[in-house]
């Protein structure tokens, strides 16, 4: 990975970190503080989508831990290596999946 593309590279983690610092430190328990329905059923509703909140807070809190990791991981000399088998992860897929240490055939691999 040359010097251009870590620049990039790091600019885009750094873009998603902001994007993802805003959803965290806007969550201040809006999901859990139901007192303000009235409806019952509405309430009910309220309580339901309160474990999916929680599901994707912590989404965000995961990926913003894989991006700080990925940004440190740039700066050695193993940075755009495949955890896996070693090979290059195009630049266009870090950029994308700026979490990612795996090239496309072993992320597949992964899933499968």
């Known amino acids: 990975m040359n010097a251009a593309e870590r620049n990039l590279l790091k600019m ?3 873009t ?6 805003l959803i965290l430190s806007n969550n201040n328990n809006d999901s859990k503080q139901l007192n303000f ?7 009910l509703d309220g309580l339901n989508q309160i474990p999916v909140d929680d599901t994707l807070l912590n ?4 990926e913003k831990a894989q991006l700080l990791a990925n940004k ?15 090979t290059d992860i195009p630049v266009e897929r870090l ?6 240490r795996l090239c496309i055939h072993c992320a597949k691999n992964e899933q499968e």
């Open 12 to 14: 885009t983690i750094d």
């Open 16 to 21: 998603r970190l902001r994007r993802l610092q």
């Open 37 to 43: 329905l009235e409806d019952e059923s509405a309430r």
């Open 59 to 62: 989404i965000a809190r995961l």
């Open 72 to 86: 440190v991981w740039i700066e050695t000399d193993d940075a755009g290596l495949c955890r896996n088998c070693g």
């Open 95 to 100: 950029l994308t999946v700026p979490t990612t």
